[in-house]
């Protein structure tokens, strides 16, 4: 119940966020939505709501969002050297990484952000193992530590101290 109260009110603040400036349409066109929104979906939000309430979790969030920017504006300019390159200097492939992050949201967060940077694409999760599979677009290391420290080194410590 507290994690369909919680997405409930985080609905409702991005409801808000999207439709400033609010008027009386807007906030009750939200606060049905939210409502729809919790009651589909509360019970797959979050299995551990207690964490909302550390506020050095949002400063770490604050903290992520720049890097994750940075390295995605980095990954779109390293793409498309390659896809203008004459010689389409590729090397494909889809390698094995180590995680150490066990909750879903920290997988999902950390495989969202992975897909979301050019090059790189999220092709499964191993939750027991803690191993993601990524299709890498320009393969630089076969082996899991060095891959680990190439593609998911600069995300997941960060993310282990949101989610963790």
């Known amino acids: 119940m507290k994690s369909r109260i919680i997405l409930f009110f985080l609905a409702i603040l991005v409801w808000l966020g ?3 400036p609010p008027d009386w349409q807007h906030i009750s066109i939200g ?3 939210a ?3 919790a009651f589909m979906t509360g019970d797959m939000f979050t299995k551990r709501p207690h964490l ?3 506020p050095k979790r949002y400063f770490w969030l604050l903290y992520y969002l720049p890097i994750f920017i940075w390295e995605c504006i980095k990954a ?3 793409v498309a050297y390659r896809v ?3 010689d389409l200097p590729i090397n494909p492939g889809i390698v094995k990484v180590k ?3 066990k909750s879903d949201t920290g997988l999902t967060f950390l495989a969202n952000s ?3 940077t050019p090059g790189t694409l999220s092709v499964d999760v191993d939750q027991e193992e803690g191993f993601l599979y990524v299709h890498w677009l320009n393969v630089k290391d076969k082996d899991i530590e060095k891959a680990t420290k190439l593609i998911i080194g600069r995300f997941e410590p960060i993310l282990k101290r949101i989610f963790e």
């Open 18 to 20: 999207l439709t400033w």
């Open 31 to 33: 606060i049905l939505v």
């Open 35 to 37: 409502i729809f929104v």
């Open 52 to 54: 909302f309430r550390h």
């Open 76 to 78: 779109n300019f390293d």
């Open 84 to 86: 203008g390159h004459p």
């Open 99 to 101: 995680t150490s992050l």
């Open 114 to 116: 992975i897909t979301l």
